[in-house]
C-alpha cells in the first residue's frame, strides 16, 4: 500500500500570507505511461464532505481559486495557499490514485493567526 | 447539479449488517467510477472500495474485504454497499463519490453508521 505522509499536522497563517502544505507518497505515483502523477488534493471545512482542489499534482478543478496551486512529482508534493483568506481555514488532505488501495494523507489543519 | 445523497446509516450491534445506498443525478452516472469512502468521528479520510463504471472490477481496502461488497445499478443510478460482520471500528461517516477515473470529483453529504453494543 501506498502511505501518503503529510506535514505539519496543522499551521497558523496570518491573513494575505502564504500556506505550504507537504505530502510525501511511500512510493513514487508518478506514472511511466502518461507521465502524469496520480496525487491529488482536498478541503475539508467543518460538517462538510470533501472537496477536490487540485488533480493530477498541479491543475485546478474548476471554480477554484486561483491561489491554491498543487507542484511536485514522483513522491514529493506541495499544496500552497497564495494569500490566505478567511475562508480557506479548513483540513486539507492530500490523496493517491495511483494504484489501490486508494490512500489518503492524515490531514493538515489551517488555521488563522 | 450534481447530487449524490446517501441513506441507510444508523446504530447496528457488532456482527449485524447494515446496506448503504447513494441515488445520483445531474451526471452520468455509467461514465464514472464510484466510490465509498469513510471519515471516523474526529479522524481522516479512509478510501473503502471503488466499482467500474459498468460493474466489472471492484476494489476494496483490506480491512472490509470479505465483509463488505460495493454494487451499482447504472439504470437507477445508484451505488450501494453491503457490510456484513461489522465492527466497532467501522463506526464511521460513509461518503460516496465518484468521477471519470479514480479522481472522486463529486461527493455526497455522508451517512453515518454507528457499530455498538
Known amino acids: 500500500d501506498i502511505v501518503m505522509t503529510q506535514s505539519p499536522d496543522s499551521l497558523a497563517v496570518s491573513l494575505g500570507e502564504r500556506a505550504t502544505i507537504n505530502c510525501k507518497s511511500s512510493?513514487?505515483?508518478?506514472?511511466?505511461?502518461?507521465?502524469?502523477?496520480?496525487l491529488s488534493w482536498y478541503q475539508q471545512k467543518p460538517g462538510q464532505p470533501p472537496k477536490l482542489l487540485i488533480y493530477w499534482a498541479s491543475t485546478r478543478e474548476s471554480g477554484v481559486p486561483d491561489r491554491f496551486s498543487g507542484s511536485g512529482s514522483g513522491t514529493d508534493f506541495t499544496l500552497t495557499i497564495s494569500s490566505l483568506q478567511a475562508e480557506d481555514v479548513a483540513v486539507y488532505y492530500c490523496h493517491q490514485y495511483h494504484s489501490s488501495p486508494l490512500t489518503f494523507g492524515g490531514g493538515t489543519k489551517v488555521e488563522i493567526k | 447539479e450534481v447530487q449524490l445523497v446517501e441513506s441507510g446509516g444508523g446504530l447496528v450491534q457488532p456482527g449485524g449488517s447494515l446496506r448503504l445506498s447513494c441515488a445520483t443525478s445531474g451526471f452520468t452516472f455509467s461514465s464514472y467510477w464510484m466510490n465509498w469512502v469513510r471519515q471516523a468521528p474526529g479522524k481522516g479520510l479512509e478510501w473503502v472500495a471503488n466499482?467500474?463504471?459498468?460493474?466489472?472490477?471492484?476494489n476494496y481496502v483490506d480491512s472490509v474485504k470479505g465483509r463488505f461488497t460495493i454494487s451499482r445499478d447504472n439504470a437507477k443510478n445508484s451505488l450501494s454497499l453491503q457490510m456484513n460482520s461489522l465492527r466497532a471500528e467501522d463506526t464511521a461517516l460513509y461518503y460516496c463519490g465518484g468521477g471519470v477515473g479514480w479522481i472522486i470529483t463529486d461527493w455526497g453529504q455522508g451517512t453515518l453508521v454507528t457499530v455498538s453494543s
Open positions: 512510493q513514487s505515483v508518478l506514472s511511466s505511461s502518461n507521465n502524469k502523477n496520480y
Open positions: 466499482i467500474k463504471q459498468d460493474g466489472s472490477d471492484q
